[in-house]
């Protein structure tokens, strides 16, 4: 919900959804005749792969391009390899998807039975794919000294809910994956995030409940670790980098299903919202085309309607209705074609509404103008470009309508470029 004042030399205030009250099972999506799994390494054509069009795969089997490859993808259903092929990223980045053709008739042969235990380097080993997108690459990573999990059950973009219907729909699950996650890490601190609106709702035992406000953007990683760990971000860092690591409520509760069935999980959870604004809940199969789920609800995507991965503020359009349902895809918006707001090419103004509402007090307005001259060095070094904590605001208020956020996230992927190439 959106609220602005009468008087306009006042900011707006934008406020984040509450779940509903009378919460519901989502609307389970069919599988579907195919699915699409991605991989985050480029296809090297001077070498053997070790998957090719036609093999058979199992469900919870590991996908692996190369001998040596470390990434992996986790095969959902067991099936047939239809399709392997390269596809690019909102930033040009090459990777490789996989589309698998189910088995019709499966049997219970055809699924990899996990011998689970509790050990972290085990789960970065065959459970890094599980819904909720479990960061367990970062924890297994001996360099990176982890002193905080932050589990979140409050949503960090306007109009999405998925966390907060995670978090009371099922903390059972929430504690048993809380614990299992603590065995394997011996990390002594874990908190939990949760709208303060929600708080009477839910019991969490020992678990440390950090309520967090209705005012966006309260519930993005710097901001709870500056309100509430008493943590501030530096520029140019990320939590980790603190000592801080942030968890979806989701994946706690696929890893307690894992421990619970001793096989991977690949059901996900996300909401979806129309072109009304009817708000659907779905439990969809990772990878499923995105195009099932419309189709299940009636809604018909036209050319140039847009298609928003995340929420309003800090989400990504796709331009495809074939997008598979991915491990970390919280919500999904459709966007009518004839109420998209429209961005320019205009010049900024220097009216300061960007520079006023900025949470961390960047001069976005002098930011942006080395960051359209493509100078990513001078943003950072001058104005700040890494203490941007991507809330999307100042793009938001813009009066000449520049797509900021989206400067700036091309900005700091620019400079990473080429800070690595250097």
Known sequence: MIKRSFFSLNQPRLFYDLVEPDLKEPESIPLPASLSVLLSEEIDSTK????????????????????????????????TINL?????????????????????????????????????????????????????????????????????????????????????????????GAKILKAMTRIPKICITIPEALRTRVNFDSIQVIETGNSYPSTLPAMIMKDHLNIVLPAGQTPEDKGVCFIRAEALVSLARVYKTKESVFDKILTLIGKDGTRHRVRATIGTPLSKIFSRFNIHVNEQDRIIIGGPMRGFATFTVHHPVLADMDTV??????????????????????????????????????????????????????????????????????????????????????????
């Open 48 to 79: 053997q792969a070790l998957i090719k069009k036609g093999d058979a795969v199992k469900k919870g089997e590991k996908l692996r391009l190369y001998d040596d490859s470390t990434a992996y993808t986790t095969s959902p259903v067991a099936g």
């Open 84 to 176: 392997f092929d390269t596809y690019s990223d909102d930033f040009g980045k090459i990777a490789t998807f996989i589309v698998i053709k189910p088995d019709p008739n499966p049997s219970e042969a055809d699924t990899i039975k996990l011998d689970t235990i509790e050990d972290i380097g085990f789960a970065d080993q065959f459970l890094r794919k599980l819904p909720g997108s479990p960061p367990f690459e970062v924890l297994a990573n001996d360099r990176i000294k982890i002193s905080t999990i932050v589990i979140t059950c409050a949503d960090t973009d306007l109009l999405s809910t998925t966390n907060q219907f995670v978090g009371l729909m099922y903390t059972d699950e929430i504690k048993a």
């Open 333 to 422: 918006i459709i966007q009518d074609r004839d109420i998209i707001p429209q961005l320019s090419d205009y010049p900024c103004i220097n009216c300061g509404n960007c520079i006023r509402i900025c949470p961390v007090n960047i001069p976005v307005n002098l930011l942006v103008r080395y960051l359209e001259a493509n100078q990513y060095e001078e943003a950072a070094d001058r104005f700040d470009l890494e203490s941007c904590i991507e809330c999307g605001l100042c793009a938001y208020v813009c009066t000449a309508r520049i797509p900021l956020y989206q400067y700036i996230r091309l900005g700091k992927h620019e400079l990473l470029t080429l800070r690595a190439d250097a």
